[in-house]
């Protein structure tokens, strides 16, 4: 069986080089030639631990290739649609730009028996749409396949998912289109992996619905940190109490700055527009509430790193120890760090950001920050320092070592990942989110 994946983005690379590890020929399709040429070289056009190796495997089998020519999709048996699907520009509604773009450059080289499998995120009712545009007659099964990626996490999470979600249509066409992608997954079934079989338009809604769940679950302990803030109480053994409750569970209850990235912020959203979209905008109105808690955490770094500098940011040296959204990851995309970083800059603050992959990026975003890719010479000289993205290197440092390069020992403990009391034994004025400090 050969496959091809149109958009070899951060998620359709990593699925075209695992379904190549596990046998298949697989073609990717994209038209943005710096990603292929890094590609084609053994070399992932995005930070993903675990891809380079991914690659130098697969590269050497000639089993993958890389191209912008759709003719190359002629031969293949399931087409997996990858491509972006960003917030539209002046809108909560998703983009499908790309995905349009995307089918009708598929169109001439589809043959009837093959499968289109969708994996981007999209609002509910696009894969019917997708197939009244390559013929619900006599075009080829579309089948929805949503993704559940973790940066930082992906090829694991591709080769051994926790689940795998196909949607079908009904009929003939949807139970051959089942067998085809149980063949595509036979590894992973093998594993006692589930395979869920549902209708189209529960799996185009399993990822959104997934990541507002997660969303809420994000928002509701910061929340949470907003009531503790005002009492005294501490947010951290807080979570750690209730995620002790098996309905609830410890994971996703870490309050800080917040989520971001380039899908729970748009997937909320999206998912909310959508809602209004079909006239049930009502039942999702609670994710607005998601979305104000989201950004008040990151107004709320802001104020709390004021306070630390006594009052305003003017000519104060700031160290801001994170670019991107999360850990392990390069990854910008509505980054709280970033955008905290920004606004502080925008109060006359000397902003120095350091991450240990995200620089390149982050500097594409907002140039006007200083970047500084060494962390001792980033914490110089710094009258505060704000830790907003969870790296190693960041919740293992020294207090006492770094103590002796900053300009006055003050810091956010914006992710909550730091040792409070080992901080102030250390002479540190501490502050975190949510937390009692001293």
Same mark, same amino acid.
């Given at each position: ?105 598929? #169109? ?123 009492? /005294? ?28 990235? /380039?899908?729970?912020?748009?997937? #909320? ?23 104000? #808690? ?145």
């Amino acid at each position: 069986m050969k496959l091809s994946v149109i958009g070899v983005g951060y998620l359709g690379a990593v699925h075209a080089a695992s379904m190549a590890s596990l046998g298949f020929e697989v073609v990717g399709v994209d038209v943005d030639h710096a990603k292929l040429d890094a590609l084609r070289a053994g070399k992932a056009p995005f930070y993903e631990p675990g891809f380079d190796e991914l690659l130098a495997e697969v590269m050497p089998t000639g089993r993958l290739t890389w191209t912008d020519d759709y003719a190359a999709i002629a031969d293949a048996d399931v087409h997996f649609v990858c491509v972006g699907t960003p917030q539209r520009r002046g809108s909560h509604s998703a983009d499908l730009r790309y995905v349009w773009a995307a089918v009708e450059s598929m #169109i001439p080289h589809l043959r009837p028996d093959s499968v289109v499998a969708g994996k981007s995120t999209v609002p509910v009712g696009t894969a019917a749409e997708i197939a009244e545009r390559l013929g619900q007659s006599d075009g080829p099964v579309v089948v929805w396949n949503p993704e559940f990626l973790r940066e930082g996490f992906a090829v694991a999470d591709t080769l051994h998912p926790d689940r795998i979600v196909v949607g079908v249509p009904e009929g003939p066409d949807g139970l051959r289109a089942e067998q085809v992608m149980r063949e595509v997954y036979a590894a992973q079934i093998a594993e006692g992996i589930p395979f869920l079989v549902t209708d189209r338009p529960t799996a185009e809604l399993v990822k959104v619905a997934a990541n507002a769940f997660l969303a809420t679950k994000i928002s509701f302990i910061n929340a949470m940190a907003e009531v503790c803030e005002a009492t /005294g109480a501490d947010v951290v053994t807080l979570a750690d109490a209730i995620g002790h409750d098996a309905r609830i569970g410890r994971k996703f209850l870490g309050a800080g700055v917040g989520f971001g990235g /380039g899908c729970l912020p748009k997937d #909320i959203r999206a998912f909310s527009a959508r809602a209004g979209e079909l006239g049930v905008d009502q039942a999702l109105t609670f994710l607005r509430q998601v979305d104000d #808690i989201n950004s008040r955490r990151r107004d709320r770094a802001v104020e709390t790193a004021r306070e630390l500098v006594g009052g305003s940011f003017r000519g104060r040296r700031v160290c801001v120890l994170g670019a991107a959204f999360k850990p392990d990851s390069d990854d910008v995309r509505d980054s709280p760090a970033l955008d905290i970083a920004a606004r502080i800059h925008n109060e006359g603050g000397e902003v120095v950001v350091h991450d240990p992959k995200a620089l390149v990026n982050a500097e594409s975003r907002f140039p006007a920050l200083t970047y500084e890719p060494e962390l001792a010479a980033a914490l110089a000289g710094a009258e505060v320092v704000l830790v907003l993205t969870e790296w190693r290197d960041y919740r293992e440092l020294d207090p006492l070592a770094v103590a002796d390069v900053v300009a006055a020992p003050r810091i956010l403990d914006g992710r909550n990942v730091l040792d409070a009391a080992a901080w102030q034994a250390a002479g540190w004025s501490f502050r975190g989110m949510g937390r009692a400090h001293g």
